[in-house]
């Protein structure tokens, strides 16, 4: 069985999560299978094992769950980007809109450097704003946000398409 069909397999459906209306891809039956996460983690480091990724950037909360083992795995930096005041140093801040409400990312002042390549990871692509909010705050930074790999990519939402940076290499294994 191919990893997306597996990935699938595993994803539980939440209707009216977090908001009437939304059908909530959960991905926690994912995590329980070891095997399957390792086999994700592998296939985001053998695409970007030859990238010259300086840093692997991992957006709350979902996006730590895989970036901090693939930083490991890969051997790189890893970085988080967090909700608005959860980060303890000085940090810069960008305001988006999500499907359902909108909300406030944070990276701290030194976390890239200029001239840094950079690797986003979350667990999910839907309309491409927490990608766009962190490609901003990477770019803030002097950094360059080469890639983002996702775990599964909401394509009737049309998250690729609204990504601004159309240079990003954006990359998901599960397209629904």
């Known amino acids: 069985m191919k990893t997306e069909e597996k990935i699938a397999a595993r994803i539980r459906d939440v209707k009216d999560f977090p908001v009437k209306g939304?059908?909530?891809?959960?991905?926690?039956?994912?995590?329980?299978?070891?095997?399957?996460?390792?086999?994700?983690?592998?296939?985001?480091?053998?695409?970007y094992k030859n990238s010259g990724i300086d840093k692997i950037i991992g957006i709350?909360?979902?996006?730590?769950?895989f970036g901090m083992p693939l930083?490991?795995?890969?051997?790189?930096?890893?970085?988080?980007i967090r909700k608005k005041g959860k980060l303890p140093a000085e940090t810069v801040s960008v305001s988006y809109q999500l499907e359902y409400g909108a909300a406030c990312i944070e990276i701290h002042k030194d976390a890239v450097s200029k001239g840094e390549k950079?690797?986003?990871?979350?667990?999910?692509?839907?309309?491409?704003?927490?990608?766009?909010?962190?490609?901003e705050l990477i770019e803030k930074l002097g950094g360059k946000a080469v890639a983002a790999?996702?775990?599964?990519?909401?394509?009737?939402?049309?998250?690729?398409?609204?990504?601004?940076?159309?240079?990003?290499d954006v990359f998901s294994i599960l397209k629904y």
């Open 22 to 47: 939304v059908v909530f891809k959960d991905i926690t039956p994912v995590l329980k299978d070891i095997s399957l996460f390792n086999e994700i983690t592998g296939i985001f480091a053998n695409r």
């Open 60 to 65: 709350e909360s979902r996006g730590f769950i």
């Open 71 to 80: 930083a490991v795995k890969m051997d790189i930096p890893f970085v988080p």
């Open 118 to 135: 950079a690797l986003i990871i979350d667990d999910l692509l839907a309309t491409g704003g927490t990608t766009n909010a962190a490609v």
């Open 149 to 168: 790999a996702f775990a599964i990519e909401l394509s009737f939402l049309k998250g690729r398409e609204n990504i601004k940076n159309k240079e990003l």
